[in-house]
């Protein structure tokens, strides 16, 4: 049955997919603001990636998963995390975190769960067909003045391929859960991300023995500097004001100072500078390698059998590996002529708005240094602002202009490589993301609906930037 709404009648709607971390922040976000929307999430909950074991099949987490940014730090705005709540929860607290956001601005009635978005295609100028297929196995299309994208980029795990032939077990991070996989067996951790330090850290200590490989160093910030959470030792305004150039050799200063050197641990120098390099964040793994649990290898040169040989020349016997190789960027319900991901590129204006679709956006597709939460919320403000007609969008070529900018600057800050091309600094893309709103008054708009021009945000909640007494928060 498919059932195609007419553009005409008003109020036009847009659509929401995905309600994790970042697609729940865009539902509470224009429903505040008073713009009609639909959501649609594959699973039968609310979470993304942060819900163990999620029925959507697609969440990369595992058992042992706690947050490598601080706890005030990832929080939304205007809903805190319990102070009583450890400094690193874990993904079962991120989770009712989460939850509990939903039900206090109370929203959930708003997203259609256990429905796939599996198509979504351009009508006219402006507007988009969806079509979603529900729990039911029926299909329906519904036509909508602006779509949202927030379906996430840590759900298509990228392999990497090498010669030769491995006989033993193998798996990708993203299918990783507990460490049974590794008891009594010789692993190998193929990577030096946050999910393999933590995978190997964890593997180390039942396997028969355990190495990681790393095709080059890497700075490792642990999650305390100082006797403070890591993200906490540079005060937010100098994030803000400073350039990076200048806050880099501070850093590192403060992290040669609270952990001395890389090499001192047996892993290789890194070539390039802090600041430079997405961070790898672990206070275990020096734990493991000081203690000869771990073993740090070169890149795999060759797969062979039973063993697998290494670039330095030398050869493990290996009964699994562990594939943390990173994840490809992909929008399967998107024509690959509106938006083509490749080498996990994408040409978004301010890494939100589609230049040639403005009524396209997408929340969350950004690797910041720091929390996506915050990140998240604030591209959905301005996405918001937008689709009232309060701010508007400059002409396609400054926006091509502005995402040329934007990848040269990451090509010269920057190692190569894939999970570098949508980098962000935390606060200073957060304070752009602000100013943007108003720049936009300036610049042509196009609002959702007519009778949205103008609109005055709804008020807020009263209980905003108050935790909800709530049996959670009382056991928190």
């Known amino acids: 049955m498919v059932d195609v709404a007419s553009s005409c009648g008003p109020p036009r709607k847009a659509c929401i997919i995905g309600a994790g971390s970042s697609g729940i922040a865009a539902c509470k976000t224009l429903r505040e603001q008073g713009v009609p929307y639909d959501c649609f999430e594959i699973g039968s909950g609310v979470g993304g ?79 988009w067909d969806v079509t979603v297929v529900g729990p039911d196995g029926e299909s329906r299309t519904n036509r909508y003045g602006a779509v949202i994208v927030a379906n996430g980029h840590h759900w298509n795990p990228r392999q990497a391929t090498y010669p030769g032939e491995f006989h033993g077990e193998q798996l990708h991070s993203h299918h ?43 700075h490792v910030i642990p999650k305390y500097m100082f006797g403070r959470a890591m993200d906490t030792i540079i005060p937010k305004f100098i994030w803000e004001r400073l350039p990076w150039w200048l806050i880099r050799p501070v850093f590192a200063y403060g992290l040669w100072l609270s952990r001395g050197r890389a090499s001192w641990y047996g892993l290789p120098k890194p070539e390039h500078g802090v600041l430079q390099e997405h961070p790898t964040i672990s206070a275990d793994l020096f734990n493991v390698l000081g203690h000869g649990y771990l073993g740090i290898k070169p890149n795999v040169e060759e797969l062979c059998g039973d063993s697998v040989k290494f670039v330095d020349g030398s050869v493990e016997k290996i009964d699994v590996i562990i594939w943390c190789t990173g994840y490809n960027i992909s929008f399967p319900f998107l024509d690959q002529q509106i938006i083509e991901p ?61 995402i040329q900018h934007h990848r040269t600057r990451i090509s010269k800050r920057y190692t190569h490589g894939a999970r570098h091309t949508i980098q962000v600094d935390f606060y200073p893309y957060q304070q752009l993301l602000k100013k943007m709103a108003h720049r936009g008054r300036k610049w042509p708009k196009r609002p959702l609906n007519k009778t949205l021009t103008g ?22």
Not at 65 to 80: E, G, K, V
């Open 176 to 218: 990783y859960r507990t460490p049974d996989v590794g008891l009594g067996k010789r692993v190998l951790v193929v990577g030096f991300g946050n999910s393999s330090c933590d995978i190997a850290c964890e593997l180390s200590r039942i396997s028969d023995a355990a190495f990681m490989s790393v095709r080059r160093g890497a």
């Open 342 to 402: 490749l080498n996990n590129e994408v040409s978004l204006y301010q890494r939100v708005v589609h230049p040639n679709h403005p009524s396209l956006f997408f929340i969350g597709l950004v690797q910041p240094w720091g929390a996506m939460m915050p990140l998240a919320e604030a591209q959905s403000k301005w996405i918001a602002k937008l689709l009232t007609g309060e701010s508007g969008l400059p002409s396609r070529d400054e926006m091509l202009a502005e």
């Open 49 to 127: 990636m942060w819900r163990f074991q999620n029925d959507n099949g697609l969440s990369s987490a595992y058992r042992s998963l706690h947050i490598n940014t601080s706890r005030d730090t990832m929080a939304y705005s205007d809903f805190p995390l319990p102070k009583s709540w450890p400094p690193f929860p874990d993904h079962s607290k991120v989770l009712k975190y989460f939850e509990s956001y939903v039900d206090h601005f109370g929203f959930r009635d708003t997203i259609t769960f256990r429905t796939k978005v599996v198509k979504v295609e351009l009508v006219g100028q402006d507007d």
């Open 455 to 476: 609109l005055q945000p709804a008020k807020p909640d009263s209980r905003g930037g108050k935790w909800p007494e709530s049996p959670l928060n009382k056991a928190a």
